[in-house]
């Protein structure tokens, strides 16, 4: 984010040459053809020590001094000087500029070479160097360490009025610091001290500056001094840390401490440098360097999230500086793109402590951006990651009040609203909850304690009246559906406790749920399953609502104006026909069973009357509807005979019968291949015989294989596995024993479709034969869209080659 700040020294060496008066130069070479002025510190540090001692002891002798020194008659010719204190200065060898003259000994000596006047004068005029930028660098930081000829000192003092703290402890004052500098590499590199030294002001003329400690800190100021001498931020080394027993750190721990102390450090010397006016140089290489400190701001790691908090403030504080660091921060922690990033920046002490301090706008604009991120394709990531996040502050120990876990609450509560209210979605159409269930999710990170986490949030908070219905099903459907294949028992744990909660919210609130429609997206066979659960009648859960009121005010309903109609269309029916309400239970307009309740209390027939009234009529339809075997239809058959053969009379209050007479329809006879039983005896022909069916042996493997799965744990624990699934189990063999025989063996490359899923997945078939994870015969699918769980491997093991998603392992069946 921050790029290297290009370095300013060596210009800057280049200006106080060019310009060495305005510069408070203190040395002038007196040629006849012009003068010469330089600065006397970067003559002694730069030139070779025995030509200085030997031409220019001057400078020596007056190193102390403030005054000009002039040196009247040079040993090196003019224009061998301008190049030897061009390369002094620069490390460079640039022809200089001659002034215009028309002393023709001058013109004789700008033709010199230096190589001559070495062997002249006796001794060499500069040192050969490897790499002569360094070096220079290197000389100028050593004038600096000696203070090699200073011009003036500044000292730091605090001011004597500041307010005393509070505190107990004895307060130590810290003793005055001063350090001696050069005051043209300082005007030279900054603007704040070129105003202050070379314009008119009183420190101009001082050679003693003083400077608020408030503002310069001792140690601040010499990392900004350092950078001045060197262009390189140098970080002096901590403060010694505690030898104790108690207080040994571990390497890593040294390691993070040293970053901290790091951290701290560039922040003063920012603060430092912004007042001195030095953003382009100074400013830019602490933010370069605290790029560094922070894996330039793309880390999550532990070292990352203890230190980014930090640099959070940092941004805050300085949000016209670095407005692009402080969204690059805000994105870092409201769109991680792992989702271990969230977990382990949330967590950590110093973000705990920044939120706690209330003074950085910058968090809640956090919370509000990252509140605005939650989608309904990503509440599902956001949700695992809030709870590795609230488990990473609980093992730590840390206090439930605290503005962060309030505020990762509040997220949860706000993400678990959007999940709840498309819960189907994370079923079916996005299945991403199925690979809790189906023990796949290694790799997407999931886990069971996840999936305990979601539902048990989802049934205290997220359940209401508009959804209960939506979760019941894809919980006994998708969820439970789908466990009974692995039979894990704490899966089986986690989807049952799960289960009962709705089922105890639905038992106490499902006329409400009625109410709002909650109900109607549910299909039959769970709706049966939902009456059964909370003891509702299914006629209560299905009826519409204005049937209710007319029921509970005695209304009549809409349905009843459609009555003239379906007898037009229909022929007549007779209103308290229980074979006609099945046959065509819109068009009958039957009284219900709480109406034919109502109409015996009103009687004064008792409720042991109409009760008795309502299970008998309950029980007649069910009987013929769904016959339990062979005996019960056939007494039921005989039972619907002999009420077909006596008329049926109203019951209207008058006592008057009705206008019509009719008769119920006769039941649809089976008919058989022949007129005797199977053990050839003859039948009378008015009598039903109901055709044994054929029990062959794949029949016998389907239902015993169907028992087996009614009987499973997780059906027993729910109560499932009744006589009323058995019967169906037996319907289904009937209906279904013709398919199964003609069954296909599955082959290498044929298109196939997968059975039993949430979504149609279609596919090709790459492998057959037996797997490492499980026992049996499996079947390797390469289906068309990314439904699947793996690319083919499974646990390292590979069986054929695919794009990621897009296999599926699945039994022949």
């Keep these: 984010m921050f790029s290297p700040p290009s370095k300013t020294l060596q210009s800057s060496l280049n200006t106080l040459l060019d310009c060495a008066q305005e510069y408070l130069a203190d040395v002038c070479f007196d040629y006849p053809c012009g003068k010469i002025w330089a600065h006397r510190a970067i003559i002694l540090a730069r030139a070779p020590k025995e030509f200085t001692n030997k031409f220019l002891s001057q400078l020596l002798q007056h190193a102390d001094s403030f005054e000009v020194i002039v040196i009247d008659e040079p040993i090196v010719p003019y224009s061998t000087m301008q190049h030897l204190l061009r390369y002094w200065y620069t490390a ?24 001559d006047q070495e062997k002249r004068v006796g001794t060499a005029l500069f040192r050969r160097d490897t790499n002569p930028v360094e070096q220079l660098k290197s000389d100028i930081a050593a004038m600096y360490e000696s203070q090699l000829g200073s011009d003036v000192t500044l000292k730091l003092f605090t001011n004597p009025k500041a307010p005393a703290t509070t505190t107990t402890a004895p307060v130590v004052v810290p003793p005055q610091q001063q350090c001696a500098v050069h005051r043209c590499i300082l005007a030279a590199q900054s603007q704040h001290f070129y105003a202050m030294f070379c314009k008119e002001f009183r420190e101009a003329s001082s050679s003693t500056v003083y400077l608020s400690g408030d503002i310069f800190a001792p140690t601040s100021f010499n990392v900004i001094l350092r950078y001045y001498y060197t262009d390189k931020l140098h970080i002096p080394p901590g403060p010694a840390n505690d030898t104790s027993p108690a207080a040994v750190e571990t390497p890593h721990q040294q390691s993070l401490a040293r970053k901290k102390y790091s951290l701290r450090l560039l922040h003063d010397a920012f603060r430092l440098a912004d007042y001195l006016g030095d953003y382009d140089t100074v400013c830019a290489a602490i933010l370069h360097d605290m790029a560094e400190l922070c894996n330039h701001f793309k880390c999550t790691c532990g070292d990352c999230a203890a230190l980014l908090p930090s640099m959070l403030w940092f941004s805050d504080k300085y949000k016209s500086h ?12 409201s769109e991680p793109v792992h989702i ?8 950590a002490q110093a973000f705990s402590v920044l939120a706690d301090s209330k003074t950085c706008d910058i968090v809640t604009e956090i919370v509000a951006q990252i509140t605005s991120n939650i989608k309904k394709q990503t509440a599902i ?17 840390a206090s439930s009040t605290s503005t962060v876990h309030q505020i990762l609450e509040n997220l949860v509560s706000h993400t678990i609203s959007i999940i709840s209210d498309n819960f189907e979605f994370y079923c079916v159409e996005y299945p991403i909850l199925l690979s809790c269930v189906d023990g796949i999710a290694v790799g997407s990170g999931l886990s069971v304690d996840f999936l305990e986490f979601l539902l048990t949030r989802i049934m205290q908070e997220g359940i209401n009246d508009r959804n209960a219905g939506e979760l019941y099903q894809s919980i006994v459907r998708d969820l439970i559906g789908r466990q009974e294949m692995d039979q894990d028992r704490i899966v089986d744990s986690v989807l049952v406790d799960a289960y009962q909660q709705c089922v105890a919210y639905l038992a106490s609130h499902w006329s409400q749920v009625k109410a709002l429609g909650g109900l109607k997206k549910i299909e039959k066979d ?24 007319a029921s509970l005010f005695g209304f009549k309903s809409r349905s009843s104006n459609k009555s003239k109609k379906t007898e037009t269309e229909y022929g007549a029916l007779p209103p308290n026909s229980l074979a006609a309400a099945a046959t065509y239970p819109e068009a009958t307009g039957i009284p219900s069973l709480r109406e034919l309740a109502r109409e015996g209390i009103q009687n004064n027939t008792g409720n042991h009357h109409a009760s008795s009234r309502a299970s008998s009529s309950s029980s007649l339809l069910a009987d013929a509807l769904l016959p339990m075997d062979h005996t019960n239809s056939s007494i039921s058959s005989t039972t619907m005979s002999m009420s077909a053969s006596t008329p049926v009379r109203s019951t209207t209050p008058s006592g008057r019968p009705s206008r019509l007479r009719f008769e119920l329809p006769t039941m649809p006879q089976r008919p058989a291949s022949t007129g005797i039983h199977g053990d050839g005896n003859n039948v009378p022909p008015n009598k039903v015989v109901l055709q044994p069916r054929i029990k062959d042996k794949k029949k016998k493997n389907k239902k015993n294989s169907k028992i087996q799965r009614s009987h499973s744990p997780l059906r027993a624990r729910l109560g499932w596995g009744s006589s009323s699934n058995s019967d169906a189990s037996d319907y289904e063999d009937a209906n279904s024993g013709d398919s199964l025989a003609t069954a296909v063996m599955p082959v290498l490359g044929a298109k196939v479709e997968l059975l039993r899923r949430p979504l149609p997945m279609l596919g090709t078939i790459k492998y057959i034969g037996e797997v490492h994870f499980a026992k049996g015969t499996y079947v390797g699918v390469e289906l068309e869209n990314r439904l699947g769980s793996s690319d083919g491997s499974y646990n390292g093991v590979r069986y054929f080659h695919t794009d990621q998603q897009r296999g599926a392992f699945c039994k022949v069946s």
């Excluded at 001659?98 to 230096?114: K, L």
């Excluded at 271990?340 to 967590?347: D, G, I």
Aim: hydrophobic share 40%; charged share 25%.
């Design 322 to 333: 670095v407005p692009a660091l402080r969204l690059n921060l805000i994105t870092i922690y």
């Design 526 to 549: 769970i709706m049966r399953r939902l009456s059964e659960d909370i003891e509702v009648p299914y006629r209560s859960l299905t009826k519409s609502f204005e049937t209710d009121l």
């Design 92 to 115: 460079e060898f640039v022809q200089p500029s001659m002034p215009p003259s028309t002393d023709q000994d001058a013109g004789a000596d700008t033709s010199d070479d230096i190589l």
């Design 381 to 397: 990531q956001m949700v695992e990651a809030l709870h590795l996040c609230l488990s990473r502050i609980q093992h730590r120990k």
């Design 340 to 347: 271990n990033s969230l977990a382990s920046l949330w967590s």
